[in-house]
C-alpha cells in the first residue's frame, strides 16, 4: 500500500539551527500538509499546499516556516532559526484531490527536539 | 472556525469489554475521519463518515455519524490489547486548504 515516508524520523538540534524536515507524499496526490503535534497536546495544522504554492496556512506558521517542493517527489519543511517550543513531532500528510471523500493519509513524523 | 470536543479524553477498560468513543462538532461536518495514533507514532486512518446517518466497521470497530452530522462515535466491540492507543476525529474543513481539524484525542488503555 503507497505511504507518505518522513525523514528523519528523529533530529536533535541547537537552538538557533535551520532544520529541514523531509516528505515523500504518495505519488499521485496533489495537496500536501505539515501539522505538527507538542508532547500530549493535540495534533495542529501547519500549512497546506497545492500546485506549487500555498493555500493555507496557521498563526503557528510564521516567517521562520517555509516549504518547498523542490522536485516531482520530496516536500520539505524548513525551520530557519530554531526555538525550544519548535520541539514537536512533525507530521507530513497528502491526499489525492479535495472533496470530503478523499483520504489524507499520514507519515510516520520526525520527531523534533531543540535543546 | 470548526472545533472538535472528544470525549472521554482518557479511558481505562478491561480486555473483552465494549467501549464507546465520542466526537462532537461545534459546526456541520462534511467529512468525518477517525485515526488511532499509538504513542510517538504516526496517524493511522481508521474510517471516513460524510453522510448523515452513515455507520462503518472494520473489524471490532464501528463509526457512526448522527442525523445532523455533527456528531460521531466510535465504539470496539470486545476490545483487546491491541486496540490501545489515541483515537484522534479529524474534520474536513471547507476552506481554501482543504485540511483536516482534529479533537484532542482519548487515549485508551486496555488491562489484559
Known amino acids: 500500500e503507497p505511504e507518505v515516508t518522513q525523514t528523519p524520523s528523529h533530529q536533535v538540534t541547537q537552538m538557533g539551527q535551520e532544520v529541514i524536515l523531509r516528505c515523500v507524499p504518495i505519488s499521485n496526490h496533489l495537496y500536501f500538509y505539515w501539522y505538527r503535534q507538542i508532547l500530549g497536546q493535540k495534533v495542529e495544522f501547519l500549512v497546506s499546499?497545492?500546485?506549487?504554492?500555498?493555500?493555507?496556512k496557521s498563526e503557528i506558521f510564521d516567517d521562520q516556516f517555509s516549504v518547498e517542493r523542490p522536485d516531482g517527489s520530496n516536500f520539505t519543511l524548513k525551520i530557519r532559526s530554531t526555538k525550544l517550543e519548535d520541539s514537536a513531532m512533525y507530521f507530513c500528510?497528502?491526499?489525492?484531490?479535495?472533496?470530503?471523500?478523499?483520504?489524507?493519509?499520514f507519515g510516520e513524523g520526525s520527531w523534533l527536539t531543540v535543546v | 472556525s470548526q472545533e472538535l470536543e472528544q470525549s472521554p479524553q482518557s479511558l481505562i477498560v478491561q480486555e473483552g469489554k465494549n467501549l464507546t468513543i465520542n466526537c462532537t462538532s461545534s459546526k456541520t461536518l462534511y467529512g468525518l475521519y477517525w485515526y488511532k495514533q499509538k504513542y510517538g507514532e504516526g496517524l493511522i486512518f481508521l474510517m471516513m463518515l460524510q453522510k448523515g446517518g452513515e455507520e462503518k466497521s472494520h473489524e471490532k470497530i464501528t463509526a457512526k455519524l448522527d442525523e445532523k452530522k455533527q456528531q460521531s462515535s466510535l465504539h470496539i466491540t470486545a476490545s483487546q490489547p491491541s486496540h490501545a492507543g489515541i483515537y484522534l476525529c479529524g474534520a474536513d474543513s471547507l476552506n481554501a486548504g482543504n485540511m483536516l481539524t482534529f479533537g484532542g484525542g482519548t487515549r485508551l488503555m486496555v488491562k489484559p
Open positions: 500528510a497528502s491526499r489525492r484531490a479535495y472533496s470530503s471523500g478523499n483520504t489524507i493519509y
Open positions: 499546499f497545492y500546485n506549487n504554492e500555498i493555500s493555507e
